[in-house]
């Protein structure tokens, strides 16, 4: 299992009680349209009049064989507010305004929608171009786009799993592990059969509020085959998984209620847990692991940055299971900490933010999508296009990460707040 990357959640579990756990900044009208990248230009807008066109509107339907008319601007020349086409064998032009559409192929080339708020309209990105450029971004940090697969390759990737699951349960025989399979998931667990409806139904919800946020309609998979859970009742039962099967040292596994295994080649998302005596603590604690999953899978094999990966784990997890305190509880304890210290610590803005941090992480995230739900999801495409994430923030927040952490200090009553 070498190639996984493990997130964990490892709070409440260990830490001790007393620490446990824009809008888009005012920017140059011409420099916003210059920073949508492989935008296309006024006067290649003008060349595609009179091209022969499909247009692919945001609800999914499809208008075929029309023929650009033109392009009606916004203030900025090389942006679209309106495309005004002809349908075959009519006379009269028809109107779309440019954010009922998300593609245009014209001229046999394909064009994405790309909404420019600050300007009050749309520009055209040419695909091939796009993609080039993210791959080779990706590619040059060692990361990749993940490929989309065939409806063949996805039914060889479920059987790869359900081999994996099969030998699971021989390993397990003693324990009555039944598999659960729905169109996202493939559910091993031992918990009894009227347990388990509740919890596919978080997963199924956490599915579409992250899709909200990203771009991803319902009903679209992004999971490599399908994402795989292995849930035991005991604690025991799940570390014995973890150690002889997923290879993990008995010290990183013996303290946490859940691991996703996030495989780096291909994209396999195993989440395992352990139920414990909880039922709203696991639920938030399978909701949070499979969000890293989510993340993971997300367009490309590039990382979101631990502070926002378990920002938004958490994040979720509170909206889908209303049912668990834990994370506005850690949020709680964090700001109590940070009214005593004012110091937050290095370690936030790097590899791997400390147990504490959750609570900071989660009330940030929760802040910037509130702020601006649309902004927020540009950002994190931006990351898993290859954009660092701190430029990513600075483009679609305007602001930087010591910025962020200034208005999150504002927020809750700590306004001299340090990183260090
Ligand atoms: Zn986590």
Redesign the pocket.
């Known amino acids: 299992m070498r190639g996984y990357v493990r997130?964990?959640?490892?709070v409440a579990l260990f830490v001790p009680p007393a620490m446990a756990q824009g809008k888009a900044g005012k920017t140059d009208r011409s420099k916003s349209a210059d920073a949508i990248e492989c935008s296309v230009t006024s006067g290649q807008l003008d060349k595609l009049n009179g091209s022969p066109a499909e247009l692919v509107l945001v609800n999914g339907k499809r208008i075929k064989d029309v023929t650009i008319v033109k392009f009606v601007r916004g203030s900025n020349k090389d942006t679209v507010r309106t495309v005004v086409y002809l349908r075959p064998k009519r006379k009269t032009a028809s109107r779309l305004r440019a954010g009922a559409l998300v593609r245009i192929v014209a001229a046999e080339r394909a064009y994405d929608l790309v909404a420019v708020p600050a300007l009050k309209a749309w520009m055209l990105v040419d695909v091939d171009e796009k993609t080039k450029a993210v791959s080779a971004r990706l590619k040059a940090k060692g990361r990749q786009v993940w490929p989309k697969l065939s409806a063949e390759q996805q039914a060889d990737a479920v059987r790869e799993h359900k081999k994996f699951l099969a030998d699971v349960r021989r390993k397990f025989s003693g324990l009555p592990l039944r598999l659960y399979e729905t169109k996202f998931f493939l559910f091993l667990t031992d918990m009894p059969a009227a347990q388990i409806g509740v919890y596919i139904a978080h997963l199924d919800k956490m599915s579409v509020e992250l899709g909200k946020r990203f771009g991803v309609p319902p009903g679209e998979n992004i999971w490599r085959g399908k994402a795989v859970f292995v849930v035991f009742v005991n604690q025991a039962s799940f570390v014995q998984f973890e150690t002889s099967v997923m290879k993990m040292p008995l010290a990183s596994t013996n303290r946490k209620q859940g691991i996703?295994h996030q495989n780096n080649r291909n994209g396999d998302v195993i989440v395992a847990c352990h139920r414990g005596n909880d039922p709203n603590y696991f639920a938030q604690v399978l909701v949070?692991?499979t969000?890293?999953g989510y993340l993971h899978r997300f367009k490309s094999s590039a990382r979101v940055p631990s502070w926002l990966?378990?920002g938004i784990?958490?994040w979720v997890s509170t909206i889908v299971v209303r049912s668990s305190p834990a994370p506005l509880k850690r949020q709680a304890e964090a700001v109590l900490r940070l009214k005593q210290t004012g110091v937050v610590g290095p370690s936030f803005f790097g590899k791997k933010i400390e147990s504490w941090h959750?609570g900071i992480a989660s009330r940030i995230t929760d802040s910037m999508i509130t702020q601006n739900s649309r902004a927020f999801g540009a950002w994190i495409v931006s990351i898993k296009e290859g954009v660092e994430w701190s430029q990513g923030l600075q483009k679609t927040f305007g602001v930087t990460p010591q910025q962020l952490l200034l208005r999150y200090g504002r927020s809750i009553g700590v306004p001299m707040i340090r990183l260090q």
């Open positions: 997130f964990v959640l490892a996703c949070h692991e969000t890293h990966n378990e784990a958490e959750y």
